[in-house]
C-alpha cells in the first residue's frame, strides 16, 4: 500500500503584531529586525486561546480538503513544544473537541523539528500496522505565551500558528515521502531552550522571578549548527533518491529566519525564487512552520502532481530532519 497526505489545513489567529508594535514594547526597530531576521510581521493568539484551540481550527480544514469524519482517524499525533498542559497530552484534547473518537493520541516534542519527526512517526506506524489507515500529524503552537517580551533577541522572533495533515493509505502503490532524515544533537541542549517548568527546575518564585520559564537562545551558535544540520540532512535524502536540486520544485525549511533559509538554499545549489517562504509575515512559529508553507502551496496550487518537494528543520534538543515528497 501506497501513503498519501490526503488533506493539509492550517489557521493563525486574527490579531497581527508588526515590527511597528514592537517598537512600542521593546527595545527595537522595524529596520533591525526586518535585516537581521526577515520579519515584518507575526500573528498573536487570543489570552483565551490555547494551542489546541489553534490546532482544531488547522485540522479542521485538513478533513474537510480530505472529505474525512473525525471518527474515522486512527490516530493524532501532536507537535508541540507550548502544549496547553504538561498533562493530559494537546492531542487527547483536540481529540474531543473535533469527536476522533477511535483514535488513539499523544504528543511529541522535537521543537522545530517536530512536524518533521512527527510525520515520520505516523509514516511508520502506517507502513508496520494493518490496524492503521488514516493518521492526523499536526504542529501547533502558541510561542507569544513563552517569550520574554523584555528580551529583543527572541521577542521579535515568534509567532503562533498551527499546521494540520492527514496521511492516509492509498490503494496504489505509490508513497508521497520517498526518503526522510531525522538526527538530534544533545551536547547543545543549552543553546535553546526553557529551563524551567519541568522537573529539572519546577516552578518557583526563583525560577519565575528570574524569567526561566521562557525561550532563551544562543542566536549565532544556533545560525551556524542549523545551516550545516539541514544541508547535510537535505544531502542525506536526496543522495538515498537521486533526485539532484534542479529537480526540486520547493525547497521548504522551517521559517527560522531569512538568513537561515537563505544560507540553506545557496550551499544545497537550490535557487532562492525555488525557496518557500512566508516567514516574513508569520515569523517563527516552530512546529508549526513547515505545514503552515505547505498547505499555502497546496491551497494556491504551487505545485503540481509528480513534483518534488523537500522539507528540513532544525530545532531545540538539538534536532533536525528532512523529507522529501513526491506533490
Same mark, same amino acid.
Given at each position: 500500500?501506497?501513503?498519501?497526505?490526503s488533506?493539509?489545513?492550517?489557521?493563525?489567529?486574527?490579531?497581527?503584531?508588526?515590527?511597528?508594535?514592537?517598537?512600542?514594547?521593546?527595545?527595537?526597530?522595524?529596520?533591525?529586525?526586518?535585516?537581521?531576521?526577515?520579519?515584518?510581521?507575526?500573528?498573536?493568539?487570543?489570552?483565551?486561546?490555547?494551542?489546541?484551540?489553534?490546532?482544531?481550527?488547522?485540522?479542521?480544514?485538513?478533513?474537510?480538503?480530505?472529505?474525512?469524519?473525525?471518527?474515522?482517524?486512527?490516530?493524532?499525533?501532536?507537535?508541540?513544544?507550548?502544549?496547553?498542559?504538561?498533562?493530559?497530552?494537546t492531542? &487527547? %484534547? =483536540?481529540?474531543?473537541?473535533? $469527536? +476522533?473518537?477511535?483514535?488513539?493520541?499523544?504528543? @511529541?516534542?522535537?521543537?522545530?523539528? /517536530?512536524?518533521?519527526?512527527?510525520?515520520?512517526?505516523?509514516?511508520?506506524?502506517?507502513?508496520?500496522?494493518?490496524?492503521?489507515?488514516?493518521?492526523?500529524?499536526?504542529?501547533?503552537?502558541?510561542?507569544?505565551?513563552?517569550?520574554?517580551?523584555?528580551?529583543r533577541?527572541?521577542?521579535?522572533?515568534?509567532?503562533?500558528?498551527?499546521?494540520?495533515?492527514?496521511?492516509?493509505?492509498?490503494?496504489?502503490?505509490?508513497? &508521497? %515521502? =520517498?526518503?526522510?532524515?531525522? $538526527? +538530534?544533537?544533545?551536547?547543545?541542549?543549552?543553546? @535553546?531552550?526553557?529551563?524551567?517548568g /519541568?522537573?529539572?527546575?519546577?516552578?518557583?518564585?526563583?525560577?519565575?522571578?528570574?524569567?526561566?520559564?521562557?525561550?532563551?537562545?544562543?542566536?549565532?551558535?544556533?545560525?551556524?549548527?542549523?545551516?550545516?544540520?539541514?544541508?547535510?540532512?537535505?544531502?542525506?535524502?536526496?543522495?538515498?533518491?537521486?533526485?539532484?536540486?534542479?529537480?526540486i520544485?520547493?525547497?521548504?525549511?522551517?521559517?527560522?529566519?531569512?538568513?537561515?533559509?537563505?544560507?540553506?538554499?545557496?550551499?544545497?545549489?537550490?535557487?532562492e525564487?525555488?525557496?518557500?517562504?512566508?516567514?516574513?509575515?508569520?515569523?517563527?512559529?516552530?512546529?508549526?512552520?513547515?505545514?503552515?508553507?505547505?498547505?499555502?502551496?497546496?491551497?494556491?496550487?504551487?505545485?503540481?502532481?509528480?513534483?518534488?518537494?523537500?522539507?528540513?528543520?532544525?530545532?531545540?534538543?538539538?534536532?533536525?530532519?528532512?523529507?522529501?515528497?513526491?506533490?
Open positions: 500500500m501506497g501513503i498519501k497526505i488533506g493539509i489545513g492550517s489557521y493563525v489567529p486574527e490579531k497581527i503584531l508588526t515590527n511597528f508594535d514592537l517598537e512600542k514594547i521593546v527595545d527595537t526597530s522595524d529596520e533591525w529586525i526586518r535585516t537581521r531576521t526577515g520579519i515584518e510581521q507575526r500573528r498573536v493568539a487570543a489570552d483565551d486561546q490555547a494551542t489546541s484551540d489553534l490546532a482544531y481550527e488547522a485540522a479542521r480544514k485538513a478533513l474537510e480538503m480530505a472529505k474525512l469524519d473525525a471518527s474515522e482517524l486512527d490516530a493524532i499525533i501532536v507537535a508541540s513544544i507550548s502544549v496547553d498542559h504538561i498533562f493530559p497530552s492531542a &487527547c %484534547i =483536540l481529540q474531543q473537541k473535533i $469527536g +476522533a473518537v477511535k483514535a488513539f493520541c499523544f504528543d @511529541l516534542e522535537a521543537a522545530c523539528s /517536530g512536524l518533521i519527526y512527527s510525520t515520520e512517526v505516523a509514516t511508520s506506524l502506517l507502513r508496520a500496522n494493518d490496524k492503521y489507515n488514516k493518521i492526523l500529524v499536526l504542529g501547533a503552537e502558541k510561542l507569544t505565551s513563552e517569550v520574554n517580551w523584555e528580551d533577541n527572541t521577542c521579535v522572533l515568534f509567532g503562533d500558528g498551527a499546521a494540520a495533515m492527514i496521511l492516509e493509505k492509498d490503494a496504489s502503490n505509490e508513497c &508521497c %515521502i =520517498l526518503a526522510s532524515d531525522l $538526527g +538530534a544533537d544533545g551536547s547543545y541542549k543549552d543553546i @535553546l531552550q526553557i529551563p524551567a /519541568g522537573s529539572r527546575l519546577p516552578a518557583s518564585e526563583k525560577t519565575i522571578a528570574e524569567k526561566q520559564h521562557y525561550i532563551q537562545m544562543e542566536g549565532r551558535d544556533v545560525f551556524k549548527l542549523a545551516v550545516n544540520a539541514m544541508v547535510n540532512s537535505c544531502k542525506k535524502v536526496m543522495a538515498e533518491t537521486g533526485i539532484t536540486a534542479d529537480q520544485k520547493w525547497l521548504v525549511p522551517h521559517q527560522a529566519n531569512y538568513r537561515i533559509l537563505k544560507a540553506v538554499a545557496q550551499r544545497l545549489r537550490i535557487p525564487d525555488k525557496v518557500y517562504m512566508n516567514v516574513n509575515r508569520f515569523g517563527n512559529t516552530s512546529a508549526a512552520s513547515i505545514g503552515l508553507c505547505l498547505d499555502e502551496i497546496a491551497r494556491g496550487n504551487y505545485a503540481n502532481k509528480g513534483d518534488y518537494v523537500l522539507l528540513t528543520a532544525f530545532g531545540g534538543g538539538l534536532t533536525w530532519g528532512s523529507i522529501l515528497l513526491k506533490w
